[in-house]
């Protein structure tokens, strides 16, 4: 690794955090710890990370709320959600918190650094197109910006601009969740289907005219989705 990329983790237990470190810092990276959310989001707002780990359960905020107040003055940084938790319920609503992707305790570090190895890998790599249209909609690939018609432009998260960018790839072919799951999470990241399934309804908002009828992300039912501009 060229430069030496930060990971911020937000974990109020000892243990985990200092695993964390260890085993983050012997693979390259920097890596800075907060044991409760406000001081996590002044050391994101302060040291700009590549990417974040974030524990759902801190003592004075949840993960939720450290999560949204992250997006309100950065929508692209990964944020990894480590959770105790498996229930399909907490993993949506932390999507919908603005979190990428989630983990869930106990974790096999060797999973959780491949995963953000991925990420970092596709961060730095030098952007292909700099940005495209899907019907009505312009994407800024290297901005991490959306803009609907005449709209103010709404920010992408890292997953939501890569997965538009894997689907604008394969432009008016289907392609199966499992080559998105590949492509897009990683081989080694093993997201469920209903994760991508959360991403699309996200993108479907900042991408649709009309979300509920889509005329550009379709379904192909029992298989993936299909791009259409
Ligand atoms: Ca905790």
């Not at 450290?66 to 399909?88: F, K, N, W």
């Not at 190895?117 to 800024?140: D, K, L």
């Not at 080694?188 to 991403?199: E, K, Q, Y």
Request: glycine content about 8%.
């Amino acid at each position: 690794m060229s430069t030496q990329t930060t990971v911020v983790v937000i974990e109020d237990e000892p243990h985990i955090a200092l695993g964390l470190k260890d085993a983050l810092e012997f693979e390259g990276f920097r890596v800075v710890t907060a044991d409760t959310g406000v001081a996590g989001v002044r050391l994101v707002s302060e040291e700009r990370p590549g990417v974040i780990l974030l524990d759902l359960m801190l003592p004075d905020m949840n993960g939720y709320q450290v999560c949204e107040e992250i997006r309100r003055h950065d929508g692209y940084v990964p944020i990894i959600m480590l959770t105790a938790r498996s229930q399909e319920a907490d993993k949506i609503r932390g999507l919908d918190a603005g979190a990428d992707d989630y983990v869930t305790k106990p974790f096999a570090i060797g999973e959780l650094v491949a995963r953000i190895r991925a990420i970092i890998r596709r961060v730095n790599r030098p952007p292909g197109i700099e940005s495209f249209q899907i019907g009505e909609v312009v994407v800024n690939v290297t901005a991490h910006t959306v803009q609907k018609g005449g709209n103010a432009s709404e920010p992408l998260s890292y997953y939501e601009v890569e997965l538009l960018r894997f689907l604008y790839e394969r432009v008016g072919q289907p392609v199966a969740r499992d080559e998105i799951l590949d492509r897009v999470w990683g081989l080694d990241a093993c997201p469920s289907n209903r994760t991508i399934d959360n991403f699309i309804v996200k993108l479907r908002r900042k991408v649709e005219l009309t979300p509920r009828e889509p005329a550009h992300i379709l379904t192909v039912y029992g298989y993936g989705y299909k791009l259409v501009v």
